[in-house]
């Protein structure tokens, strides 16, 4: 089977959003995470191959909304539910050959995520007002913050949503003030070890965190705040910013196999960081999302160094496969997630995370591919840790057609 045959092979078995309301975690259905709004994103990108996509598509679209307006609302950010629809609305409906038939639901969507920016923005502000240190995770991360938030708004401003700019340029601001460098101990994106989620937080000393990671930390902030810059949006200090970061995690940079997750209170008091274990390989934690982010700061600071050190973090991978800890084929801690991130950049790493997407795949489990989690294996039919998620990054690799798209699905995890 080849990764064409495997991606087709998954969308066929997600075909009806019936089994995906069966089969998802109850908290997540209607969420871009786990759920409707994933599934209709891959059907959207395969509508070019065959209509029968485009039809399941709006079907799952459909089913979405009704168990968003019927059921209780998961998460504040894009991978959530309200959020989570309209990333999949945006970024989905230009892969049809009939845009329109979402336009009205998308416009509805992109005003209300532009509002909600505004809103987290505004918390943010009175917060800095007060005196307050740190930043929670819901405030700023790719996963529930600004980061992805920002970012779906960027792509809805590209195809013509006006009224993303205020969300936009609010997310930007924000932004943009926690990653300046103000002389202090802490940065902006510190967080209280009991503002972490307990599993977290029981790793952590009473110092607190700050975290490295696309998916948590500060390389997630830097990746939009790039860009956007690059796409044109940017607001006052927002270079300085972009900077900042990176001068941070090159800081806290402990060697060429990448950063440590979180540089704790303790280590930033001290200016030192201890060797501990910790993912190292993975979209979310790691070089490969780092490294992404590098990218994106390189390329809006038009620093030639930075890129090429960047590339090299991400090609270095190739020489390391033998001790990845990346995680069955799926996209966040997955084969999947550096199999994107590496695409564009370094075709031998990339063909080997591809490579071992393929060997996931198992006709005998119900979406071909299954997430593993702590050894333990899920049939998901998510984007985040699902079948998905794992159909989309194959249908790149196999080069599938597709109806042309100003932004690609992979821009909820700051990638494109």
């Known amino acids: 089977m080849n990764a064409a045959e495997a991606t087709l092979a998954i969308a066929e078995r997600l075909l009806d959003p019936q089994r995906v309301i069966e089969t ?3 908290y997540g259905v209607a969420t871009l995470a786990d759920g409707l709004p994933g ?5 959207a990108r395969l509508s070019a191959v065959d209509s029968v996509f485009a039809t399941a598509a709006r079907a799952h679209w459909d089913a979405a909304v009704v168990r968003a307006a019927t059921g209780p609302a998961q998460g504040a950010g894009i991978f959530g539910t309200f959020g989570g629809l309209t990333a999949s609305l945006v970024l989905g409906s230009p892969y049809l050959s009939d845009p329109d038939v979402t336009a009205a639901a998308t416009a509805r969507s992109v ?9 987290i923005a505004a918390y943010h502000a009175e917060s800095v007002r007060a005196g307050g240190s740190g930043t929670s995770w819901h405030v700023y991360d790719t996963i529930s913050g600004l980061s992805g938030i920002g970012r779906i708004l960027l792509a809805a401003r590209a195809g013509g949503h006006g009224s993303a700019e205020p969300g936009l340029v609010a997310a930007l601001t924000a932004m943009t003030t926690m990653l300046t460098d103000n002389g202090v101990a802490l940065p902006g994106w ?20 700050a975290d490295t990671g696309l998916s948590h930390g500060v390389a997630g902030p830097l990746a939009f705040l790039a860009l956007a810059q690059s796409a044109g949006y940017s607001v006052a200090g927002q270079t300085t910013a972009i900077r900042d970061a990176v001068g941070w995690l090159d800081r806290w940079r402990i060697d060429d196999h990448g950063w440590p997750n979180h540089v704790t209170g303790q280590e930033l008091a001290a200016g030192a960081v201890a060797q501990r274990s910790g993912r190292r390989v993975a979209w979310c934690y790691g070089v490969p999302g780092i490294a992404r982010s590098l990218l994106h700061a390189a390329h809006a600071l038009r620093d030639d160094d930075l890129g ?8 270095r991978l190739g020489t390391q496969n ?6 069955g084929p799926t996209l966040c801690h997955g084969y999947s997630g550096v199999a994107r991130c590496t695409a564009d950049v370094d075709r031998d790493v990339a063909e080997c ?4 997407v393929m060997q996931s795949v198992d006709h005998d489990r119900p979406f071909v591919v299954a997430h593993v989690e702590h050894g333990v294996r899920h049939d998901s039919p998510g984007y985040l840790t699902g079948a998905a998620g ?3 990054t194959l249908s790149e690799v196999a080069g599938l057609p597709s109806h042309s798209a100003s932004t690609l699905w992979d821009a909820p995890l700051l990638i494109a």
């Open 308 to 315: 090429q050190a960047a590339r090299a973090d991400l090609a």
């Open 322 to 327: 033998a001790n990845w800890d990346a995680v």
């Open 190 to 209: 510190w967080v209280p070890t009991d503002q972490h989620p307990p599993v977290v937080a029981a790793r952590l000393d009473p110092g607190g965190a």
């Open 390 to 392: 794992v159909a989309l």
């Open 39 to 43: 599934t209709a994103l891959l059907h």
């Open 353 to 356: 995370a591809a490579a071992a």
């Open 24 to 26: 998802a975690p109850s």
């Open 111 to 119: 005003r209300w995520l532009s509002a909600h920016a505004v809103k």
